[in-house]
């Protein structure tokens, strides 16, 4: 069986990625925090420390499938960010997708994460637009720098997980009402959704340098 690993696995869009391709791959996870699910090998690594995946892999075999869901995104607008929560947010997603790619070994198949906010843009999301727009091109700047190992992108749209998780319930409620009507199929996303679109990216090997939105046509809504 060929082996994946997934980074930031344990919650969210990586469980879902993780439970997902489970039955017909051999799955490792690799997140900062230590996970409670012994049946699968787990890394604890801060992956945007410098060099610390160099270290940790040095001399490892390569994996066949590297899939990065790991982010970490503080919302606000250009104004209401403080310079440390932008930097924070830009290392966490960004720069941490550019070296988890880098130093971590694979060989097949790369699939990143990004967001439908880099096509459409919202109220206070110019810093998480901009983020998700320059994974986005990293996917066809190392599609050509890789090839034939082929590099994609997951697009998603507002995710009823994860991050939403700390919100109040109330709040919740509210804002997933507001973004399914802003959708053409009438809801929010789930994160097996997402997980569905990283297992196609995986298995079908004519598929390379593409950003896939799957955000339930939230860009035309």
């Not at 403080?82 to 694979?106: C, F, G, H, M, Q």
């Not at 090839?147 to 992108?153: E, F, G, K, S, T």
């Not at 997980?161 to 997933?176: E, F, H, N, Y």
Request: charged share 25%; hydrophobic share 40%.
């Amino acid at each position: 069986m060929e082996r994946v690993l997934v980074v930031g696995g344990l919650s969210g869009i990586g469980k879902s990625v993780v439970e997902c391709l489970q039955e017909k791959f051999i799955v490792e996870t690799l997140s900062r925090r230590k996970s409670t699910q012994h049946k699968i090998k787990h890394h604890t690594i801060d992956a945007a420390e410098p060099d610390a995946l160099k270290n940790y892999f040095f001399s490892s075999e390569k994996y066949d499938h590297l899939v990065i869901t790991a982010a970490d995104t503080p919302i606000g607008g250009i104004y209401s960010l403080s310079d440390e929560k932008a930097k924070y947010a830009i290392t966490n997603k960004l720069w941490l997708a550019y070296v988890a790619a880098r130093d971590i070994p694979w060989k097949k198949s790369l699939t990143f994460i990004s967001g439908y906010l880099s096509a459409r843009p919202g109220e206070n999301t110019t810093l998480q637009s901009a983020i998700n727009a320059g994974i986005e091109g990293m996917t066809r700047g190392i599609a050509l720098e890789k090839a034939p190992a082929r590099v994609n992108c997951i697009s998603p749209g507002t995710i009823d997980a994860g991050l939403w998780d700390k919100v109040a319930p109330d709040i919740r409620q509210k804002t997933m009402e507001k973004v399914s009507k802003r959708t053409l199929v009438g809801h929010a996303g789930l994160p097996k959704n997402i997980a569905q679109a990283v297992k196609f990216a995986i298995e079908c090997d004519y598929l390379t340098a593409e950003i896939i939105y799957v955000d339930g046509g939230a860009r035309f809504g």
